[in-house]
């Protein structure tokens, strides 16, 4: 989706987000200089809109700050009347499930996630109409909307789905269905077809397919459920449950729903980013090679050690050396693009940067090849430094190729 940039919406005081954070404020003050209990609950919609502010005190303060960075977008996107009825729709049905005993005030957190993705939903639908917002304030708009939903994704655990994952996900289609047709009169969506992130799409909806399969055909179990770590096993002497044809495998299954879900929301942001810069062919390519290399890198590696050094070593399972591939081909290439915004730049390196440092620090901690570690962060760096010198090749070809024509056409 092309982004592009429409006339500036006459600058309006968010006055209703910033009443609403100085209600939130004022509770979470009385609760701290009180300590006492809030008799606000019961009231219809007022009850609803305390309920975030109760809880752990330092959560429902990052919520604070986080509703008002998104609110005073949300509220431009929307107007303030909208806004306002947004708000009451949601407050609403967090205090219906609430009185209904779905949610109760040992959960804030539950409806402070759904007030935060409904906003996220208006940022999504603001962004792609357009509407601008100066570079500081989109740097913290992504900055709220990224951990945000990353908080809204953590409700995903290996054995359950929490609450709030559903309630969000509603929340979320409110906000984007709410700020649709209230943006349409500025200026419909206009698709650059050459440019719409056909790899990394086809390339989420695979890895869901997968799993499906992998569930269906495990009669409703997980991949760990079945393998134990969910990784394929390399022996020191010779192959233990491992093929030359596994890696080719291994990139497309997932230990659990919270392992796809999370390789899911990297791909697309890091994905999109890549393929909006370096082209479709050249996203697969990296993509591909730079999660099988890695792992086939360290098969051979393990294999030509000497004997005892290894007694096992783990294939992990999952996307994440190729997803580290992108972060390897974006990380000198994304900032120099002109097909996309500020913003995605901002929130490619933003991801990026979260990823590389989770994964410098666990391998501080376990070191490289280690069988006990949990994740498989050797691969992660592998993929990383393939995704790097695929891109440089990449592009060196490209440019020497485009050099000969040049000169085939002078002559």
Do not use: C
């Amino acid at each position: 989706m092309e982004y592009i940039p429409i006339r500036e919406k006459k600058h309006r005081f968010p006055y209703i987000i910033t009443a609403l954070t100085t209600f939130y404020l004022a509770l979470v003050l009385s609760r701290v200089l009180l300590r006492g209990p809030l008799t606000l609950l019961e009231t219809p919609i007022v009850g609803a809109l305390a309920l975030p502010a109760l809880g752990n005190v330092a959560m429902a303060v990052q919520s604070l700050v986080f509703l008002f960075i998104l609110g005073t977008y949300a509220e431009k996107v929307l107007g303030h009347w909208f806004f306002l009825a947004e708000v009451f729709v949601i407050g609403g049905l967090v205090q219906f499930l609430w009185l209904s005993g779905f949610v109760s005030t040992t959960t804030p957190a539950i409806t402070q996630v759904a007030m935060l993705m409904g906003l996220v939903g208006n940022v999504l639908i603001g962004a792609a109409r357009g509407i601008t917002a100066p570079k500081w304030h989109q740097v913290l708009i992504v900055i709220a909307a990224f951990l945000s939903t990353a908080r809204w994704l953590s409700g995903i655990t290996t054995t359950a789905i929490a609450l709030s994952v559903p309630l969000g996900l509603v929340a979320l289609a409110i906000g984007l269905l709410a700020a649709i047709p209230l943006t349409s009169t500025e200026r419909p969506f206009a698709i650059d077809w050459a440019q719409f992130p056909y790899t990394t799409l086809s390339l989420t909806l695979i890895l869901v397919v997968i799993f499906g399969v992998e569930v269906g055909l495990n009669h409703g179990r997980y991949l760990g459920a079945v393998m134990g770590s969910g990784s394929l096993q390399i022996g020191s002497y010779g192959w233990n449950a491992v093929t030359w044809s596994s890696p080719l495998l291994s990139i497309w299954l997932h230990q659990s729903l919270n392992h796809l879900v999370n390789n899911v929301f990297m791909l697309l942001i890091l994905g999109i980013a890549v393929e909006r810069t370096l082209g479709h062919w050249r996203t697969l390519i990296i993509y591909l090679l730079g999660g099988m290399v890695a792992a086939y890198i360290k098969i051979v590696y393990v294999l030509l050690a000497p004997a005892g050094l290894f007694s096992a070593v783990a294939i992990g399972v999952g996307a994440s050396a190729a997803i580290y591939a992108l972060i390897g081909a974006g990380l000198g290439t994304v900032v120099f693009s002109p097909k996309i915004s500020f913003a995605m730049k901002f929130l490619f390196y933003l991801a990026a940067l979260r990823l590389v440092v989770l994964m410098a620090e666990r391998l501080r901690r376990t070191g490289f090849f280690s069988a006990t570690a949990l994740i498989d962060d050797t691969s992660h760096l592998l993929g990383f430094l393939v995704g790097a010198f695929l891109t440089a090749a990449l592009l060196l070809w490209a440019h020497y190729h485009s050099r000969q024509v040049d000169t085939f056409t002078m002559l």
